[in-house]
């Protein structure tokens, strides 16, 4: 596989800001992060803290409203692909066409093959994500919930991607049939030699999927570190509050448990680091800085205070396994 030193995504400070009914929402509140060539990043956090919209950002479907997204050239100069697998298969599919236009549109849109082979490029990529040839004629409905995602990915497949976003691609499925579609996805993309960004809120996904993780809370990454230093060693408080809710195996939950307290407002976002108010570590400086993102020796990144030495020192025991 090719490999360059260059990132093969650099999001360099990227805000978004969201008008609504006359007030500001602060989706992003200034995220940097890169994404080597032919690795996962993960993007963790609760809900609304702005994974979806810096996933959009990635995919050219919405526009930061500061900072910037920049994909490096491969060796062919070609500008990488980018393609999005999303949250909800019955949302994303056009339920009045038939799948294989579905797929095809890409192709044709993009040009990347002449018309006469868009027939057999549909039917190879249909068995390419489990399904059969035959199944271009059919329509979104006469498939389960894990067969339309297969549609979804066959489809950003059609768009020969070198960069995958998936926001979520599992969370809308069944418990049963998630497992399936995530380990379509990591033999697709290591097949392929794909670079994605993954979006997630359940760890125990992230942990299977991911290069790097970063935990993400209010608009901004508190956390990035690679997948077994994270889950070895959480840093941020959050990240261990996090990683302590993770559901066991065997209880059937689908989702990490929110910790204690609420999520504050995006519309007024906390001063200083926003997790204050329900961090247990919170001290004097907390209410008024904001930490920045800093690199500890072992390449993991973290947005604490406490962490970075400014604040009471306090000692980070790595979780007993
Ligand atoms: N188009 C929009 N208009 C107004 N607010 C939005 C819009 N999109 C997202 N938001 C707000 O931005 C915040 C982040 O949303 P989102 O990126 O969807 O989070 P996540 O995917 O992590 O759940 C939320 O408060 C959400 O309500
Ligand atoms: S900066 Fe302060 S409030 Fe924020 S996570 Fe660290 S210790 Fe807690
Ligand atoms: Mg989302």
């Known amino acids: 596989m090719l490999t ?6 650099r999001v360099s400070d990227v805000t978004r800001q969201f008008q609504a009914q006359g007030r500001t929402v602060r989706a992003l509140a200034g995220v940097s992060l890169s994404v080597p060539r032919g690795s996962t990043f993960s993007l ?21 409203s500061s900072g910037s997204v920049a994909f490096t050239a491969d060796a062919t100069a070609r500008a990488p692909r980018v393609q999005m697998v999303f949250q909800d298969p019955y949302a994303s599919l056009n339920p009045r066409w038939r799948i294989g236009r579905t797929i095809a549109e890409p192709l044709l849109f993009q040009r990347l093959r002449p018309a006469d082979q868009v027939p057999a490029r549909v039917a190879e990529l249909l068995q390419r994500v489990g399904l059969s040839a035959a ?67 359940n760890l125990a996904v992230v942990r299977f999927v991911s290069t790097t993780v970063g935990v993400m809370y209010l608009g901004r990454l508190v956390e990035v570190a690679p997948t077994e230093t994270l ?12 990683l302590a809710a993770i559901p066991r ?52 990144a973290v947005a604490c205070h406490a962490v ?11 979780r007993a396994a």
């Open 308 to 318: 970075n030495g400014a604040a009471q020192p306090v000692r980070f025991m790595p």
């Open 135 to 201: 199944d271009a004629e059919k329509y979104p409905h006469e498939f389960s919930g894990g067969q339309r995602q297969r549609i979804s990915i066959a489809r950003a497949l059609a768009g020969e991607p070198d960069f995958l976003v998936c926001d979520e691609p599992t969370s809308a499925l069944d418990v049963s049939v998630q497992a399936q579609i995530l380990n379509l996805l990591k033999r697709l993309e290591a097949e392929d030699g794909l670079t994605s960004l993954f979006i997630s809120h």
């Open 4 to 9: 360059t030193s260059l990132p093969m995504l």
């Open 44 to 64: 963790v956090g609760e809900s609304g803290c702005g994974k979806t919209t810096l996933a959009r950002i990635v995919a050219g479907l919405d526009r930061a």
């Open 249 to 300: 195996v065997g209880q059937g939950r689908r989702e990490a448990a929110v910790p204690a307290g609420d999520l504050p407002s995006p519309l007024a976002p906390p001063p200083g680091c926003t997790f204050h108010p329900r961090c247990a570590l919170a001290a004097e400086v907390c209410r008024r800085e904001v930490p920045e993102l800093r690199v500890l020796p072992d390449g993991a």
């Open 231 to 242: 889950f070895d060693a959480p840093r941020h408080p959050y990240t261990q509050l996090l």
